[in-house]
């Protein structure tokens, strides 16, 4: 198994699927650790920056809360069901597609977020440092940025090499996970059946996508944090809200420009 950096193909056709096997995603929890840590750390924030945004479900939360809210993803696709979801629910939120290694934006932000692994999907060390440089460039003086990622305890222990299927009807999928310890490259092949003819015995289509994600350190991080230049604030567990530990699946960052 290699690391060559952002699959580009990543959430093409399954981003029209993407909310369906997501809705046990707990975007309410996010939403609101996100708005808390804002709060604390950005007494003045208005602009938010959803870095990764995807189908905008966390967007779509953070502008209910009040904020100025832009997405950025690097899928079209993902971005198409975003902007469908803001007109659905009157939302005038800009979503852009760009590359996150090369973010570029007219106006600085006051704060960024980056959730849901998408840290994880850059396996280069020069695939952070790239993205935390071009976040530092777009955030204003003082801004905050805010990040989440996987651990290295969550693929080694918890995910580990598993094979999950899932049927929800009118679509299903197969989900092969492989973890390499020795460099933390992290694959999953998911296959996916997509119903196409709504008559009793309708055909599916098939389609297949794989994702390479890179496991991390809390140490590791917070190297990255510094040759970025920016300054670390705190680190918190996202299940239990307190300081991580060794047994911690999902780590929230927050550091200042």
Request: include cysteine; charged fraction near 30%.
């Amino acid at each position: 198994m290699t690391a060559e950096g952002i699959d580009m193909e990543c959430y093409t056709e399954f981003a029209y699927l993407y909310d369906t096997f997501m809705e046990d995603v707990p975007y309410d929890k996010w939403a609101d650790l996100l708005s808390c840590l804002i709060k604390q750390y950005g007494e003045n924030t208005r602009t938010v920056l959803d870095l990764g945004c995807g189908t905008g479900t966390l967007t779509l939360k953070l502008s209910e809360m009040g904020f100025d809210v832009t997405g950025v993803d690097n899928s079209q696709d993902m971005l198409s069901v975003a902007d469908s979801k803001a007109f659905e629910n009157d939302k005038d939120i800009l979503f852009i597609n760009q590359d996150m290694r090369t973010l570029d934006l007219i106006e600085k932000q006051d704060c960024i977020v980056s959730v849901c692994d998408c840290i994880n999907y850059l396996v280069l060390d020069e695939d952070v440092l790239d993205t935390f440089g071009s976040v530092k460039n777009c955030l204003n003086r003082d801004g905050l940025f805010i990040f989440d990622f996987n651990t290295v305890y969550k693929y080694e222990t918890v995910i580990g090499d598993t094979t999950i299927a899932e049927n929800r009807g009118d679509c299903s999928f197969i989900w092969e996970n492989f973890y390499s310890p020795d460099d933390h490259i992290n694959e999953y092949d998911v296959t996916f059946f997509k119903k196409v003819s709504d008559e009793e015995d309708g055909l599916f289509k098939r389609f297949e996508e794989t994702h390479i994600q890179r496991a991390y350190t809390l140490e590791e991080m917070k190297m990255f944090i510094l040759k970025a230049g920016f300054r670390f604030i705190t680190a918190i567990d996202e299940e239990t809200g307190k300081e991580p530990t060794d047994r911690s699946e999902r780590i929230y960052m927050v550091c200042r420009k």
